[in-house]
């Protein structure tokens, strides 16, 4: 009887507990970057190859003006058992999938995965666990900040955080790994690691066709007079995203105020929509339609530039950087990246670029082998 009192009295405390806002099972009540929220399981299916399990975390991290947001990410492991020191680790970041929560990576299956980012695969074959971020503002987590510098970067660093407070067999050391948006997150990562992340040690990163320049670039999309320019108008779909994610990161600046009627409709499409559907769409849509005012009149041409501006001074460190590049890319275009790389090794970076025959997504594919050989090298 006593016992059954106990039993009762611990039901409807944990009752009372939950109503009262305690974590759920499965969630943990911490603080700090990448803190750990709640951990779940990540079923086969949505295994890529080479993957013996994996554990989707929710975390803590950082948005663009540095305050408290939270992300989720999936934590992937090699099949045997982790090396002296720990596993190393392969900090994955994506490229742009669009920024409503249904297009976040960790929602691909296996299949998709491997064909969409087959450097998950390629890490785990090697030996690497695998974190992979979907960003704040993915996965339900509000407050999408598309190429937000400092976020993605905070973003991809807690990832490790993260998942090394979730099982301390994850070592320190890491590398950063990109593709495109996550290109451009993975050389913001570098730069900011040493400061922000000092428990763990980076080693070096790869970007594969880093988003660049666009800064630049997109100001000179965005303006009423652009008429339409054939297959370059779903370029204006990562204008869209920009701009919403400034708008989160400086709301005081009312950067929508830019838009037209019409690119406040599609814009309402971006925030529902997947990358490969908005950029279909708006194939033949002139981006000059979409602009009120142009975007680089200051303050918003000076905002972007603080927003999304890959740095290219102050990178006085050894830690190697490798850049890979498709020649035939009309998304990151070549001479953008070999801009990119000429400002970085003036400002002090250890910076190297490879091309390649391919477009923006077969660079993938096609340097893989000097992608990895790069990486094993910087945990040498």
Known sequence: MRSRLFALFGSLLLVAGLLAGWPAPGARAATGDGAVLSTAPVP????????????KI?????????????AEGIVYYPHGTPPPGGWKVVSWAHGTSGIAPKCAPSNYTGAEQDRLQPSIAAALARG???????????????????????????????????????DPTIGKRWASLGH????????WASYLADDYAPGLRDVGTVALAPANQLE???????????????????????????????NHARPGLHALNRLSPRGRYWLGRARTECVSEMTQALQNVPPGTLFAR??????????????????????????????????????????????LTAQLQHGGARVTTRTYPGDHNAVLAESMTDTFRAIDGYFR
Do not use: C, K
């Open 58 to 70: 929710r975390y803590q991290t950082r948005n663009q003006a540095g305050r408290r947001a939270e």
């Open 44 to 55: 086969a299916v949505m295994l890529p190859t080479g993957a013996a399990r994996a554990v």
């Open 128 to 166: 690497y666990v695998v974190t992979a971020s979907d960003f704040i503002g993915m996965s339900g987590t509000p407050g999408t900040e598309y190429l937000a510098g400092r976020s993605v970067a905070y973003n991809v660093i807690d990832m490790v955080r993260a998942a090394r407070n979730d």
């Open 294 to 339: 142009p975007l680089g009149d200051p303050p918003i041409g000076d905002a972007l530039r603080d927003y999304a501006a890959i740095p290219v001074e102050g990178w006085q460190r050894a830690r190697p950087i490798l850049i890979n590049q498709g020649l035939t890319d009309t998304v990151v275009l070549p001479p953008t990246t070999a801009l």
């Open 216 to 246: 630049t670039l997109i100001p000179l999309l965005g303006q009423p007079a652009i008429p339409n320019i054939g297959p370059l108008n779903r370029t204006a779909t990562f204008a869209l995203y920009l701009l919403d994610g400034l």
């Open 180 to 187: 495109s948006q996550g290109g451009h997150a993975a050389l």
